[in-house]
T-cell receptor, first 110, second 114 residues
Protein backbone atom coordinates (compact mmCIF):
# COMPACT_ATOMS: atom_id res chain seq x y z
CA UNK A 1 0.00 0.00 0.00
CA UNK A 2 1.34 3.41 -0.98
CA UNK A 3 1.72 6.00 1.76
CA UNK A 4 -0.56 8.41 -0.07
CA UNK A 5 -3.61 7.24 -1.99
CA UNK A 6 -5.40 9.38 -4.53
CA UNK A 7 -8.05 8.33 -7.02
CA UNK A 8 -6.70 9.03 -10.53
CA UNK A 9 -10.15 9.78 -11.96
CA UNK A 10 -10.90 11.27 -14.38
CA UNK A 11 -13.49 13.32 -12.57
CA UNK A 12 -15.81 15.07 -15.02
CA UNK A 13 -18.11 17.85 -13.81
CA UNK A 14 -20.17 20.63 -15.41
CA UNK A 15 -19.06 24.23 -15.17
CA UNK A 16 -20.16 25.82 -11.91
CA UNK A 17 -20.14 22.58 -9.91
CA UNK A 18 -18.44 22.17 -6.55
CA UNK A 19 -15.54 19.77 -6.90
CA UNK A 20 -14.18 17.61 -4.12
CA UNK A 21 -10.73 16.05 -4.48
CA UNK A 22 -9.38 13.75 -1.81
CA UNK A 23 -6.30 11.94 -0.54
CA UNK A 24 -5.84 9.44 2.24
CA UNK A 25 -2.55 8.67 3.88
CA UNK A 26 -1.14 6.09 6.23
CA UNK A 27 1.86 7.88 7.78
CA UNK A 28 0.69 9.68 10.90
CA UNK A 29 3.99 11.60 10.98
CA UNK A 30 2.97 13.76 8.02
CA UNK A 31 2.73 17.33 9.24
CA UNK A 32 2.48 19.52 6.15
CA UNK A 33 -0.08 19.09 3.44
CA UNK A 34 -0.12 20.64 0.00
CA UNK A 35 -2.17 20.67 -3.16
CA UNK A 36 -0.58 21.18 -6.55
CA UNK A 37 -2.24 21.77 -9.90
CA UNK A 38 -0.62 20.43 -13.03
CA UNK A 39 -1.79 21.40 -16.49
CA UNK A 40 -1.00 19.12 -19.38
CA UNK A 41 2.64 19.36 -20.48
CA UNK A 42 3.49 21.71 -17.59
CA UNK A 43 5.14 21.39 -14.21
CA UNK A 44 3.08 21.28 -11.01
CA UNK A 45 2.27 24.59 -9.33
CA UNK A 46 1.49 24.99 -5.64
CA UNK A 47 -2.14 25.85 -4.96
CA UNK A 48 -2.46 25.59 -1.22
CA UNK A 49 -0.44 24.59 1.79
CA UNK A 50 -1.50 23.87 5.36
CA UNK A 51 -0.07 22.19 8.42
CA UNK A 52 -2.99 21.93 10.77
CA UNK A 53 -6.27 20.16 10.90
CA UNK A 54 -9.22 22.22 9.79
CA UNK A 55 -10.01 24.36 6.79
CA UNK A 56 -8.00 26.92 4.85
CA UNK A 57 -9.64 29.04 2.21
CA UNK A 58 -8.15 30.90 -0.73
CA UNK A 59 -10.64 32.33 -3.19
CA UNK A 60 -12.59 29.48 -4.78
CA UNK A 61 -10.33 26.88 -3.18
CA UNK A 62 -10.66 25.34 0.29
CA UNK A 63 -8.19 22.83 1.69
CA UNK A 64 -9.36 20.61 4.49
CA UNK A 65 -7.22 18.38 6.69
CA UNK A 66 -8.49 15.74 9.10
CA UNK A 67 -5.45 14.27 10.83
CA UNK A 68 -7.49 11.92 12.96
CA UNK A 69 -8.88 10.24 9.84
CA UNK A 70 -5.68 10.77 7.80
CA UNK A 71 -7.74 12.40 5.09
CA UNK A 72 -7.28 15.62 3.17
CA UNK A 73 -9.55 17.32 0.68
CA UNK A 74 -9.49 20.16 -1.80
CA UNK A 75 -12.79 21.81 -2.66
CA UNK A 76 -13.21 23.99 -5.72
CA UNK A 77 -16.29 26.20 -5.83
CA UNK A 78 -17.84 27.51 -9.03
CA UNK A 79 -15.54 25.31 -11.11
CA UNK A 80 -14.41 26.67 -14.48
CA UNK A 81 -13.14 24.94 -17.63
CA UNK A 82 -9.77 26.53 -16.84
CA UNK A 83 -9.67 24.38 -13.68
CA UNK A 84 -9.32 21.30 -15.87
CA UNK A 85 -5.99 19.83 -14.82
CA UNK A 86 -4.45 17.11 -12.68
CA UNK A 87 -4.47 17.85 -8.96
CA UNK A 88 -1.74 16.33 -6.82
CA UNK A 89 -1.72 16.15 -3.07
CA UNK A 90 1.64 16.12 -1.32
CA UNK A 91 2.75 15.62 2.26
CA UNK A 92 5.90 16.17 4.28
CA UNK A 93 6.75 14.59 7.60
CA UNK A 94 9.37 17.06 8.73
CA UNK A 95 12.20 16.00 6.49
CA UNK A 96 12.56 17.75 3.20
CA UNK A 97 11.19 14.90 1.17
CA UNK A 98 7.61 15.33 -0.03
CA UNK A 99 5.45 12.33 -0.81
CA UNK A 100 3.01 12.90 -3.64
CA UNK A 101 -0.26 11.25 -4.52
CA UNK A 102 -0.59 10.00 -8.08
CA UNK A 103 -2.93 12.87 -8.96
CA UNK A 104 -6.60 13.18 -9.89
CA UNK A 105 -7.49 14.29 -13.40
CA UNK A 106 -10.31 16.86 -13.35
CA UNK A 107 -12.34 17.82 -16.41
CA UNK A 108 -14.73 20.76 -16.16
CA UNK A 109 -16.93 20.92 -19.22
CA UNK A 110 -18.82 24.05 -20.30
CA UNK B 1 5.95 30.93 -16.24
CA UNK B 2 7.59 29.80 -12.98
CA UNK B 3 11.01 31.27 -13.78
CA UNK B 4 12.64 27.83 -13.67
CA UNK B 5 14.10 26.72 -16.99
CA UNK B 6 14.94 23.21 -18.07
CA UNK B 7 16.73 21.95 -21.15
CA UNK B 8 16.22 20.07 -23.30
CA UNK B 9 12.42 19.84 -23.56
CA UNK B 10 12.56 16.42 -25.16
CA UNK B 11 15.25 13.77 -25.31
CA UNK B 12 15.14 10.50 -27.19
CA UNK B 13 17.95 8.05 -26.67
CA UNK B 14 18.76 4.35 -26.60
CA UNK B 15 19.21 1.89 -23.78
CA UNK B 16 22.66 1.92 -22.26
CA UNK B 17 23.30 5.56 -23.10
CA UNK B 18 23.99 8.49 -20.80
CA UNK B 19 22.19 11.84 -20.81
CA UNK B 20 22.43 15.12 -18.92
CA UNK B 21 19.44 17.24 -18.00
CA UNK B 22 19.97 20.86 -17.10
CA UNK B 23 18.06 23.18 -14.79
CA UNK B 24 18.36 26.88 -14.04
CA UNK B 25 16.54 27.93 -10.87
CA UNK B 26 14.62 31.14 -10.36
CA UNK B 27 16.78 34.14 -9.71
CA UNK B 28 17.67 34.21 -6.02
CA UNK B 29 16.64 30.63 -5.26
CA UNK B 30 19.31 28.56 -3.55
CA UNK B 31 17.63 25.14 -3.50
CA UNK B 32 17.14 22.89 -6.47
CA UNK B 33 15.08 19.71 -6.43
CA UNK B 34 14.83 16.94 -9.02
CA UNK B 35 11.73 14.79 -9.53
CA UNK B 36 10.78 11.94 -11.82
CA UNK B 37 7.17 11.59 -12.99
CA UNK B 38 5.97 8.42 -14.65
CA UNK B 39 2.51 7.03 -15.25
CA UNK B 40 2.93 4.09 -12.90
CA UNK B 41 4.91 5.75 -10.09
CA UNK B 42 3.57 9.30 -10.10
CA UNK B 43 5.82 12.17 -9.00
CA UNK B 44 8.87 10.89 -7.12
CA UNK B 45 11.41 13.06 -5.33
CA UNK B 46 14.96 12.25 -6.40
CA UNK B 47 17.36 14.70 -4.78
CA UNK B 48 17.76 18.22 -3.39
CA UNK B 49 20.74 20.56 -3.50
CA UNK B 50 21.10 23.69 -1.44
CA UNK B 51 23.72 26.25 -2.37
CA UNK B 52 25.91 23.65 -4.02
CA UNK B 53 25.62 20.92 -1.40
CA UNK B 54 23.47 17.81 -1.40
CA UNK B 55 20.67 18.37 1.13
CA UNK B 56 18.26 15.46 0.84
CA UNK B 57 18.03 12.26 -1.11
CA UNK B 58 14.97 10.34 -2.20
CA UNK B 59 14.61 7.21 -4.28
CA UNK B 60 17.41 8.09 -6.65
CA UNK B 61 19.04 5.18 -8.44
CA UNK B 62 22.81 4.71 -8.25
CA UNK B 63 22.92 5.14 -12.03
CA UNK B 64 21.67 8.69 -11.53
CA UNK B 65 23.69 11.56 -10.12
CA UNK B 66 23.26 15.28 -9.80
CA UNK B 67 25.23 18.35 -8.92
CA UNK B 68 24.68 22.05 -8.37
CA UNK B 69 27.26 24.44 -9.69
CA UNK B 70 28.52 27.72 -8.19
CA UNK B 71 26.13 29.70 -10.41
CA UNK B 72 23.37 27.53 -8.84
CA UNK B 73 22.29 25.78 -12.00
CA UNK B 74 21.98 22.04 -11.65
CA UNK B 75 22.48 18.99 -13.81
CA UNK B 76 20.99 15.54 -13.49
CA UNK B 77 23.04 12.79 -15.09
CA UNK B 78 21.35 9.53 -16.03
CA UNK B 79 23.56 6.67 -17.15
CA UNK B 80 23.15 3.09 -18.37
CA UNK B 81 19.65 4.04 -19.36
CA UNK B 82 16.87 1.46 -19.27
CA UNK B 83 13.45 1.48 -20.87
CA UNK B 84 11.92 2.10 -17.45
CA UNK B 85 13.77 5.39 -17.13
CA UNK B 86 11.45 6.91 -19.71
CA UNK B 87 9.60 9.62 -17.81
CA UNK B 88 9.17 13.32 -17.27
CA UNK B 89 11.96 14.82 -15.19
CA UNK B 90 11.14 18.01 -13.34
CA UNK B 91 13.38 20.45 -11.63
CA UNK B 92 12.03 22.77 -8.95
CA UNK B 93 13.62 25.56 -6.99
CA UNK B 94 12.94 27.40 -3.76
CA UNK B 95 14.43 30.33 -1.95
CA UNK B 96 15.73 28.38 1.02
CA UNK B 97 16.08 24.79 2.13
CA UNK B 98 13.09 24.44 4.41
CA UNK B 99 10.62 21.66 3.92
CA UNK B 100 7.77 24.15 3.70
CA UNK B 101 9.38 26.54 1.25
CA UNK B 102 7.30 26.93 -1.87
CA UNK B 103 8.82 24.98 -4.71
CA UNK B 104 8.51 26.36 -8.22
CA UNK B 105 8.59 23.72 -10.92
CA UNK B 106 10.09 23.98 -14.35
CA UNK B 107 8.35 22.73 -17.51
CA UNK B 108 10.14 19.39 -17.41
CA UNK B 109 12.26 17.29 -19.74
CA UNK B 110 10.54 14.37 -21.40
CA UNK B 111 12.98 11.47 -21.70
CA UNK B 112 12.22 8.59 -24.01
CA UNK B 113 14.51 5.57 -23.92
CA UNK B 114 14.13 3.24 -26.90
Amino acid sequence: QKEVEQDPGPLSVPEGAIVSLNCTYSNSAFQYFMWYRQYSRKGPELLMYTYSSGNKEDGRFTAQVDKSSKYISLFIRDSQPSDSATYLCAMIEGSYIPTFGRGTSLIVHP
Amino acid sequence: DSGVTQTPKHLITATGQRVTLRCSPRSGDLSVYWYQQSLDQGLQFLIQYYNGEERAKGNILERFSAQQFPDLHSELNLSSLELGDSALYFCASSVDRGSTDTQYFGPGTRLTVL
